[in-house]
């Protein structure tokens, strides 16, 4: 085969890059600091369980996605102090966002409540949907959604398996899952959903393609400009291998200028962040496009 199809080659070029260490939960997870901006217009602020921060990752190969990573949990754990031996189960029902704060740098990890849709094969959106709390990768005029997905070596043996220590840099990106939807919406989209798609579905990528700039199109719908934006990019058939081999080169001698004497778990935190961000790129740009198109 001449030439991988841009998604396949996101998937499998993917197992050469290690993961950095991150904040993993593979057993009890620890109560941690949040305000939770509720459906009614109130706020909580306390301690909250349940979500793994800050990077959202799972332990399989393909096929559980959000459900393996809590992003469809019903209710939130919740204590007002972190010694208060009172538990409230909070609804997600009842709640719009819910921000993390980590202890140790002060960072913050959004997640928001979304209805996710998904395209179908008739590049419809479909009806009913999913709710999902999902982890804020950049805010805009339309935000970015999404969680990476990790499968990682045990630490007794070269096998995978769940029982995993994330903290080692025994992790290896399988994919980044994401997300579209406007600040102000209720839904989201996802383009495609990498952890249900079958190895057959990954070279049919003609109808992955066409849910891509769908996917665009109904979250880009209020502005003309930027739908003519898309109808350049399918023209030019923006999503492919071509685009993803483009953006790789541009970004390696930065990453390369800055693994120079690294070893270990801080070249791997480099390594991670630009494979990210090679994954996300691919979607800023149409981002950027209905920046500048629709003002």
């Known amino acids: 085969m ?17 993961a950095q260490s991150l904040q993993f ?32 990752a799972t332990f399989s190969m393909m096929g559980k996605g959000p459900k393996h990573a809590n992003l469809d949990r019903k209710e939130v754990k919740f204590k007002s102090s972190k010694s208060d031996t009172q538990v409230q189960q909070i609804p997600v029902s009842d709640i719009k966002s819910l ?58 043996g070269d096998n995978f398996s769940a029982g995993s220590n994330g903290s080692e840099d025994n992790c290896q990106l399988m994919y980044v899952m994401i997300y579209l939807s406007k600040p102000d919406e209720t839904y989201a989209v996802a383009p495609v959903d990498y952890s249900s798609l079958s190895p057959l579905a990954l070279f049919n990528m003609k109808t992955l393609y066409k849910k891509f700039y769908k996917a665009y199109e109904i979250v880009g719908a209020d502005c003309p400009e930027f739908l ?3 109808d350049e990019a399918r023209e030019n058939e923006y999503f492919s291998n071509k685009t ?44 950027d496009d209905y920046k500048e198109s629709c003002k």
């Open 2 to 18: 001449k030439k991988l199809s841009c998604l396949l080659l996101f998937i499998l070029s993917a197992q050469n890059f290690i």
């Open 25 to 56: 939960y593979t057993g009890k997870r620890d109560f941690l600091p949040i305000e939770i901006l509720m459906e009614d217009g109130s706020t909580k602020k306390g301690f909250a369980q349940d979500f793994m921060l800050p990077d959202v």
């Open 99 to 156: 921000i993390y704060t980590n202890e140790e740098t002060q960072e913050q990890f959004q997640l928001d409540k979304r209805l996710v849709k998904e395209i179908n094969n008739d590049l419809e959106m479909e009806s009913e949907g999913k709710v999902l709390m999902l982890p804020l990768m950049e805010k805009g005029p339309i935000n970015l959604y999404g969680y990476r997905s990790m499968t990682c070596k045990a630490d007794f």
């Open 228 to 230: 003519k934006k898309v």
């Open 244 to 287: 993803f081999k483009e953006n790789k080169k541009a970004m390696d001698p930065e990453r390369k200028a800055l693994l120079k004497g690294k070893r270990g778990a801080e070249a791997s935190k480099i390594n991670m962040k630009y494979r990210t961000e090679l994954f996300t790129n691919m979607y800023k740009k149409l981002i």
